[in-house]
């Protein structure tokens, strides 16, 4: 499967993050060699910066659509991510070079990692209340409508829903959707709303030490695959095709 989500919304990304139990080792010679191994597939990672928290971020400039790639480090964590991708397999793709590389360059091992995951976020602009739109849209025939949407409800000011799951029986493996408004009460109160993205994220994630588990690709496979079905099956359906299809009707 190899899925194409930027139709569903006006952005799409997707993000891998590996956390870790002790700090990385972010030696000079060692995170160069490292970034030097990556460039030889993606020579396109062409800019080095150093944040004011000392994290490291070695990305593309942005290329037509303003599609491109990332790499973060910092003491406890590796990121990586694509931003409007072509599909889902390029950001598979790098993801498997980077965790074919990592634990060499950067002495990495099964007892160091803490977990990893993998996020899709569904960004859908909107000029409005956020919060007002997911209650109307998720929380109409919902119980909890009568607080929201109550005689004694002037205005919704927060309803940013978040449902989780677990894919197995001893819970290694978590599935999580969120849906994040980014509204605040001065512009509710003004009516004078900017235009900004309502989120969705969808996060499958898996624990080390409570199973036996792969190698890093392999479980980045396993986590792409379950993201890419519950996208398809549960996120999109239930979540962000409702949101965009009230969105437009507002519009």
């Not at 891998?16 to 160069?32: C, H, I, N, S």
């Not at 392999?218 to 409702?242: C, G, I, M, T, W």
Request: glycine share 4%.
């Amino acid at each position: 499967m190899s899925s194409f989500f930027g139709t569903v919304c006006d952005d799409f990304s997707a993000t891998v993050r590996l956390f870790l139990k002790l700090d990385l080792g972010l030696e000079r010679e060692t995170v160069l060699h490292f970034f030097d191994r990556l460039r030889k597939d993606y020579p396109a990672l062409s800019r080095l910066r150093r944040r004011e928290d000392d994290t490291l971020l070695l990305e593309e400039v942005p290329q037509a659509g303003d599609s491109r790639r990332w790499i973060r480090l910092n003491h406890d964590c590796l990121r990586l991510g694509h931003f409007a991708p072509p599909n889902v397999d390029e950001v598979r793709k790098f993801g498997r070079l980077v965790m074919s590389q990592a634990p060499f360059h950067l002495t990495m091992g099964e007892l160091d990692y803490d977990y990893l995951e993998v996020a899709f976020c569904f960004d859908l602009e909107f000029d409005g209340n956020h919060d007002q739109l997911v209650a109307d849209t998720l929380f109409a025939d919902h119980p909890i409508s009568s607080f929201l949407m109550g005689d004694q409800a002037c205005h919704v000011l927060h309803a940013q829903p978040a449902w989780g799951i677990s894919l197995t029986p001893n819970c290694d493996t978590q599935a999580r959707i969120e849906v994040k408004s980014r509204s605040n009460t001065y512009e509710v109160r003004t009516g004078e709303y900017e235009a900004q993205p309502l989120s969705v994220y969808l996060t499958v994630r898996r624990y080390w030490g409570h199973s036996p588990a792969g190698d890093l690709e392999q479980e980045l496979e396993n986590l792409f695959e379950r993201a890419e079905q519950l996208a398809a099956d549960k996120a999109v359906p239930l979540v962000v095709q409702p949101l965009a299809h009230a969105i437009a009707s507002r519009s």
